[in-house]
Every structure is written in structure tokens, then in C-alpha cells.
């Protein structure tokens, strides 16, 4: 024994002498667990990033509102059309870029303690249950036709005269958009549709009977609210924590209240090009524009908040990590749906008006898709 000892014993301090160096070879991983607050003065910048972004989000999300339903305005189709798929897009590029990525971020940080939001994928698990309830509000929601087609929003709409310019069909039949869609074939093959509606081709996405009650209208509008203000919930939370962000950061300040002035400006675009195109009552024609204003304050009233608070806000906190990253994911599953389905699948593939234009113009939207979710791919760099 004495012998397997004396012959052990160098070889088993060797290691721990090796261990004990480990630390020293450079090797060794120091995890920085601040506060998240940087704040380091410069008060007449940080509140001019309240105006500067107000500014931006407004006409990103409520000029379009105005421009479509201002009677004494006049803009081209094909410019609605632009936005309305360009929109689409960044709506996409924030949900897994500015949402998925930073919930990713926020629920997996070597900042929380032990527990069981360190042991599951809580950012992937909450975006596929959130992408689930959505399902499952519309499958529940066409089984009790809940959605309905207003037939009266042609009538009743000011902005139809801008979509639809030029489209001489949008009279009385209740098929009127597949035999708009195929009358307008040979004419409008290789140009962008004059309908930019949504949903899309003005029928309800879910396409159920078209047996309607008298008050098809209530139904119609219901189901419009229903995916505008989860739309608006989705982009809304998230303003609000990069605002909170913005308030108080340091060294970054600069380069992120730059960033955000675009970031905002394009989402707004998204939200308020899904606004403009969609069809609203006589007596809701309020509501678009409320809709896209809650969006356009909300990053400024957060910025706002943030500089009250700044003594005592600490975003990198373990508790506003996992508020923040569940908030985000929750986001990320509304927009991906919203986005992916609602947007993508609905308005290429159910849209008569896109199933009967040219290839041209298909890979035409489907380039102003892919420009708005690279540009927000490529914000997502800063913030």
C-alpha cells in the first residue's frame, strides 16, 4: 500500500497543482452581471429621443391612416401596395429578430439564479404555446362564425376609392372578388392589384360559408379587431421595454437612439400600412387612428418613464430579465403568426387578386417582403 501510495501521490498533486493554475491560463470565463443601467447624464439628448421617435413612429404608422382615408388626397395604388407587403416583412423580421432573439437572450442568462427558468427552453416553450392560442381563437372563432363579411364597407369606406382605383367591379355580387380576380387577368396581369384590402380580396381569410346574418357587419368588424389589436398588443410591449431600455442606457445611447428612430419608423410602417387597407365601419372611422397613435406614443411615453425612474430602473435584473423575456416571447409567437399566416399565406396564396397576377408582379411583393425583413435583420445588429 505503501508503495501504490508513494507512486499515486506525485502524479495526484501534479493534477491539483494543474487545476489550481487552470484559472491563470487565460482560459476562465468572468460573467458580468450589472444592472443594465448606464445612465450617464446628457438629459437634452435623452429627451430630445422622445420627440425624435414620436416623429418617426407617427409617420410610419399614422400617415398612412391619413393618406388612405383623407378624401382630398390622392395617393397611387401601387404605392400602398408597397407598403402594405414591405410591411409584412418587417412584421416578420421583428418577430424572430428583435423579439425570439432577445427572449432567447433574457431567459437563458448566466444572470438568474438557479432555478427552473434555467432548466427548459422558456422562450421557444412560451412563443409555440402563444402560436398555439392564436390557433386556436381563430379555429374556435370560424367554428362559431365569429367572422363575417361586411357588405357594406365598400359603401362606407373612404379609403375604397384609393385602393380599389380603377377596379370597376366592386358592385353587389357576393363572388365578386374571384370574378374581379379573373375579369382583371386579362388586363392587370403584369400590374400591381388595384385591391389592397384586408383582409385579403376583401373576404374574411378563413373563407368559411357565405350564408350572412343581418348583422354581418358586428361580425365583420369583430374579426378585424381581433387580429389588428393582437397585431398592435404584439408591437406595442415591445416598444415599451426598448423605450424603458433607451432611457437608461450608457456608452450605447447614441448608436441605439439612431437605430430605434429607423426601427420604430419601419414598424410603424407594418402596423400602420395594415391599418390603412383594412375596411372600417362609417361609425369607427376613429379607430384606425387611435390604433396606430397607441403604438406612435408608446416608445416615447416609455423613454418618459424610464428618465423618472432612472435612479431606480435596472433593466439587467434578474426579475426584469424574465419579465422582459417572457413579455418578449409572447411578442415573437403573435407576430411570427401574425406574420407567417395572417400575412404571408392569406395574401399570397388566399388573395384572388395575387392568385391571378402575373409572376412579375408575385416576386415584385414578394421582394418588398423580403426587403423590409432584411432591413429589420439588419437592425437587429444594434438593437
Known amino acids: 500500500m505503501s508503495m501504490l501510495s508513494s507512486a499515486l501521490g506525485p502524479i495526484l498533486r501534479a493534477r491539483q497543482d494543474d487545476s489550481s493554475a ?12 450589472d444592472s443594465g443601467n448606464g445612465y ?71 444572470c438568474l439564479p438557479d432555478g427552473p427558468i434555467n ?49 370597376q367591379t366592386t358592385s353587389s355580387s357576393p363572388a365578386r372578388d374571384v370574378e374581379a380576380g379573373s375579369a382583371n387577368k386579362e388586363h392587370h396581369g403584369q400590374e400591381l392589384p388595384t385591391d389592397v384590402s384586408y383582409p385579403p380580396g376583401g373576404e374574411d381569410h378563413l373563407g368559411h360559408q357565405r350564408e350572412h346574418r343581418d348583422n354581418d357587419s358586428h361580425t365583420a368588424f369583430a374579426a378585424q379587431m381581433t387580429a389588428l389589436f393582437i397585431l398592435e398588443f404584439g408591437v406595442v410591449f415591445h416598444s415599451i421595454f426598448i423605450g424603458l431600455t433607451l432611457a437608461v442606457s450608457g456608452d450605447e445611447f447614441t448608436v441605439l437612439y ?34 396606430a397613435l397607441g403604438y406612435a406614443v408608446s416608445t416615447p411615453i416609455a423613454i418618459a418613464i424610464g428618465l423618472g425612474v432612472r435612479a431606480t430602473l435596472e433593466p439587467g435584473s434578474p426579475k426584469n430579465l424574465v419579465i422582459n423575456g417572457i413579455f418578449d416571447s409572447i411578442s415573437a409567437g403573435i407576430l411570427i403568426y401574425t406574420g407567417l399566416v395572417e400575412l404571408l399565406a392569406h395574401e399570397f396564396m388566399f388573395n384572388s387578386y395575387m ?3 402575373g409572376l412579375k408582379v408575385q416576386l415584385f ?19
Open 22 to 33: 487552470a484559472p491563470d491560463s487565460g482560459f476562465s470565463v468572468t460573467v458580468d452581471c
Open 40 to 110: 450617464d447624464g446628457r438629459m437634452g439628448v435623452r429627451i430630445s429621443s422622445i420627440f425624435v421617435i414620436l416623429v418617426g413612429a407617427l409617420i410610419g404608422a399614422v400617415l398612412p391612416v391619413v393618406l388612405a382615408r383623407g378624401t382630398k388626397v390622392r395617393v397611387p395604388g401601387k404605392a400602398f401596395f408597397v407598403a402594405k407587403y414591405f410591411g409584412s416583412g418587417v412584421i416578420i423580421g421583428t418577430a424572430f429578430m428583435h423579439l425570439l432573439s432577445p427572449a432567447f437572450d433574457a431567459l437563458k442568462s448566466p
Open 119 to 167: 432548466n427548459y427552453d422558456w422562450a421557444a416553450g412560451i412563443c409555440l404555446m402563444t402560436v398555439f392560442v392564436m390557433f386556436t381563437i381563430e379555429l374556435l372563432a370560424s367554428r362559431f362564425d365569429f367572422f363575417g363579411h361586411n357588405h357594406d364597407a365598400h359603401a362606407i369606406d373612404p379609403s375604397v376609392s384609393i385602393l380599389k382605383k380603377g377596379n
Open 258 to 291: 439612431i437605430v430605434l428612430v429607423f426601427h420604430q419608423t419601419f414598424e410603424g410602417l407594418g402596423l400602420g400600412s395594415r391599418l390603412a387597407t383594412a375596411q372600417w365601419p362609417a361609425s369607427k372611422w376613429w379607430m384606425p387612428y387611435v390604433l
Open 355 to 357: 392568385r391571378n397576377a
Open 365 to 383: 411583393a414578394l421582394a418588398c417582403v423580403a426587403l423590409g425583413c432584411g432591413l429589420m435583420a439588419v437592425l437587429a445588429e444594434w438593437a
